[in-house]
């Protein structure tokens, strides 16, 4: 029976049968693919595909989410390739698209994350697994919401990255996740991924947490030393960027640990 989709850009998609062999560019989604029972069908992932960790050897690495090896892509003989429009570049894709149809995704809030898993169970005909991965992100958010009614609310700033020193700012699921925290981001205002002067983080908001994430920069006790000579009263706070970057089936797990977190500060 033939499938007629849109992905999160608009693109029309039509498969005459639902897609047998999938290549995945995107981590958190190959996680998601995993985790809807389709490992049989996925063929090729990135070197970043780390969950499930079995994949790295029974697999076919296809390179890295912004440069990819289109001949071993194209050996595969893919049905479907799933990409994602912040993690691989547009001119990926639009290579991509004369081996096989390139599903791209668009997620920054928590109802685009519930669309795509929808979306993934309509295209590989797993529609019951995926709404188990509905109903348990949407119990797990609002048990969260209740969990996180009158605590307190704090201005962050959440680094992604060093020389030069990025956070994330509006318009990203970082910041999404940052909100559900009662965290008020102090670059919200800014672009997705600004770059910041450390020296002046006491005029552009002041934070009183400054959170360090563990990728795609792994920080060290000692960029803390250094952030913390520029925020003073700041508390400085190393975070699993999984659970805050990392959308799909992850974002279950990530309510338990921003439990942990809150308990924390």
Not at 80 to 87: D, G, P, V
Not at 129 to 158: C, H
Request: with cysteine.
């Amino acid at each position: 029976m033939e499938i007629q989709l849109r992905d999160q850009l608009g693109n029309r998609h039509s498969f005459p049968q639902s897609p047998k062999r999938i290549v995945s560019l995107v981590p958190s989604q190959t996680e998601l693919l995993y985790d809807l029972g389709l490992e049989e069908k996925i063929v090729g992932i990135t070197k970043f595909c780390v969950h499930p960790l079995h994949f790295k050897a029974t697999k076919k690495i296809v390179g890295g989410t912004k440069k990819v090896n289109v001949d071993k892509i194209a050996e595969l003989k893919p049905d479907i390739i799933i990409a994602n429009k912040e993690e691989n570049t547009q001119e990926i894709v639009e290579s991509l698209w004369e081996i096989a149809a390139v599903w791209v995704t668009d997620i920054v809030t928590i109802d685009d994350n519930l669309k795509m898993i929808q979306d993934f169970g309509h295209l590989f005909n797993c529609r019951t697994e995926a709404q188990k991965w509905i109903d348990k992100t949407n119990f797990g958010l609002y048990d969260f919401k209740a969990f996180m009614k009158d605590r307190p609310s704090f201005r962050v700033a959440y680094f992604i990255w060093k020389n030069p020193h990025m956070v994330a700012g509006g318009g990203t699921f970082i910041n999404e996740m940052l909100q559900l925290n009662n965290f008020v981001n102090i670059y919200a205002e800014r672009e997705r991924y600004p770059e910041i002067i450390i020296q002046k983080m006491r005029i552009q908001g002041d934070p009183e947490i400054v959170l360090l994430s563990s990728e795609p920069y792994p920080f060290k006790d000692e960029d803390a030393f250094e952030l913390g000579r520029f925020t003073h009263h700041a508390k400085t706070i190393f975070v699993d960027g999984e659970m805050f970057s990392w959308y799909g089936s992850r974002l279950v797990k990530a309510f338990a640990y921003f439990k942990q977190l809150q308990e924390r500060l």
